[in-house]
């Protein structure tokens, strides 16, 4: 059976997967970089960029985890973009250029559906309405019995979770207080209940966890 | 000089240092003991239940370190017991029996000051109407020389933490998500700029971290 994955959600201490005030030009808001300062120096992320060096301890093996044996990705619209409401640029065609580092189909969820964009890579964006169950219901489809990565952000990461759809959970606990953004884990509690959960801490101080759901 | 530091203060994912509902018979409300199991087996919380044994691993080694140097703790009146407002029943001498774990002088901040009380084994509790400054300026005076403890709850660690006046935080995040109770981190945005943090985890899942203040 293919499993439901989230990699690489990187959280503070206060329990923000993003700051406030998402914008063109910041992406995770007021937090800039500071929640991925673990992310990226790692050969995983350096090679998203096309570069071929990076480093590839503790951190880099977390990062690399994202990759193998994903079919398919479901994604919130925020993570597509800074738009809300209706679209009004369609030349916006995502963050990461024209070629972008899913190379599988990538179901965006938005209230305002349009017609999918092929990308070079073998990356094809769908952008559905659809609750979450539906939602995986299609990219399951697409993945050909691979797995299905949730790629976030925070608040599609918590519907899947709310809804006991997700298999695997790797969270970065980075040891800020961002005091405001888009919370992970509201309305979550006892969450663990349902998960065998592991962590370890890097050098660095960020904590890996990972919630493998119990069978 | 003395420095002002925190111990052992245990925080969920998603930053609740203490659940919803203390009473008499549950002192963190609706978390129970979860917040606090890497806590429990420890030979040092053995030895304040006047127990020989406990396990004397990572967990127990921080948990030890609250003590040495210690000579006098500040403490919030909602550690001291569940009364909320005007005291109603003076025969509440605390959660820990006739010879409290403390063996210092102990200032419960309160609006309701009350005579002090002498229990065995050189604890003292006094009970000040004071801001942060203030008690610590008492707290030091009764510590002479050695160093401050802020005991808790989270409502107080924050409140110190707010002004800068903690030169050393010991926190243990709990991989649980606790959904409702009493939030550490709440108004402390950026933090981590003031202190070298570090960070180990233990194989039971508890990340222990500790804030140090940059000097």
């Avoid at 969450?191 to 660095?204: I, W």
């Amino acid at each position: 059976m293919s499993r439901v994955r989230v990699h690489n959600l990187s959280v503070s201490l206060d329990g923000f997967a993003t700051g406030a005030g998402q914008r063109l030009d910041a992406p995770f808001g007021h937090a800039g970089t500071r929640l991925h300062e673990w992310f990226f120096p790692t050969r995983t992320f350096r090679a998203m960029q096309g570069e071929a060096e990076g480093t590839a301890g503790v951190d880099d093996v977390f990062a690399a985890a994202l990759t193998p044996g994903i079919g398919a990705e479901i994604m919130g619209r925020n993570k597509f973009g800074p738009q809300r409401g209706p679209w009004e640029d369609h030349e916006w065609r995502g963050w990461w250029g024209p070629n972008p580092p899913f190379h599988t189909p990538v179901f965006v969820l938005t209230h305002h559906p349009r017609p999918s964009l092929e990308m070079e890579g073998g990356t094809t964006f769908h952008f559905i309405d659809a609750t979450p169950k539906e939602a995986l219901r299609r990219a399951r489809e697409a993945a050909g019995g691979l797995d299905v990565r949730i790629g976030g952000g925070p608040t599609t990461v918590r519907e899947f979770l709310a809804e006991d759809l997700v298999d695997h959970l790797h969270v970065a606990v980075v040891p800020i207080v961002l005091g405001r953004g888009e919370r992970l884990w509201d309305g979550l509690e006892g969450l663990e209940e349902r998960f065998e959960v592991e962590s370890v801490a890097t050098p660095g101080g960020v904590t890996h966890l990972t919630f493998t759901r119990s069978r």
